[in-house]
């Protein structure tokens, strides 16, 4: 790669991690002709792979793919196995965000297998972080659990501790839903002792969130509204609607585990409101089914079915099988009995 591509090169990642799609692709259209015309298909096939994730960005699906197959065409027909194994990372990501989840997972296997056979320690650790978001949004969440373990373990040999401290806070979650909250606890603390000393992680703030929920069943009350506390003013600087919205529904958790329903409630319906506001389905989804189940103990089924029928419907739109199906239930247990 001479000089002036890979200034070219600099620049376009710079400018795709700024989020500036137009002026990204552009820069890695460069990076790829100029790379072309050098004889450098390594730095074309990286700069194919970079303008498919523009494409992904913007939603352009078919283009994206394009972009990705022809990157992994370029590289299978050179040899160049490292930069193969990625292309194939890309194709699988174009899919998950398609929520085509099972081609999704079934190329982030084959990028593992790939990435495993040229050591490449980074995408191992992106391969497993991935199958362990697919597992979990399947339901598998001890395959998850694996998966995440495995991926920590490869950011951490590639130095990559960012995104380590993005995995222990998935990991985190999993534990949380199996229940597991000591584990939990200690993940997300691992998770924001590690993001902590990277100023300005915007996942900082949902990493206090999270933690919130493991303090709270562990009845560590006063820290758990410290830990709320935190995230919301770490959420409030970057303006991170996804983070306030965890955050309020923490809060309503611990009201309810307080007695304090009305307080619940308030603090619900702010998180919905402002996960509808920031069109996040996820965050708005879950407030929701906390939402129904607190309606319930109040007595107001109908509103309770209201809410949770809502918190079914996003769930299944984005494709989370698992808690689509909580939901269900929930829903199922006041249902009449035939005689």
Known sequence: MTDDTAALQAQASRLEREGDWPAADAAYAAVFHASVRGGDIASAADAGRGQARIRQQEERWEEAEELAELSLELAERNGLRQAAARAVNTCAAIRYFQRQYEPARTL????????????????????????????????????ARTRYLEGIGSFVRSGDKQNAALVYNNLGMVCADLNEWLEAQVCFERAIEIAGRMSGNPLLARM??????????????????????????????????????????????????????????????????????AELELEEAEALREMGDLQRLRGREHEARTSLERARELFTRIGADRDAERVAEMLWEDEPVAA
Do not use: T
């Open 108 to 143: 982030f296997e084959a990028a593992l297998e790939r990435a495993l056979d040229v050591g490449d320690d980074a995408l191992i650790g992106w391969a497993c972080l991935n199958l362990g978001v697919v597992a979990n949004i399947r339901g598998d969440l001890r395959e």
């Open 208 to 277: 206090y969130a999270n933690r919130a929920e493991p303090l709270l069943r562990l009845r560590k009350v006063r820290e758990a509204r410290e830990s709320l506390d935190r995230a919301e003013q770490l959420a409030l600087r970057v303006g991170a609607h996804g983070a306030l919205s965890d955050v309020a529904r923490f809060r309503g958790m611990v009201s309810r585990a307080e007695g304090a329903l009305g307080d619940a409630e308030a603090h619900l319906s702010r998180a919905i409101e402002i996960a509808r506001d």
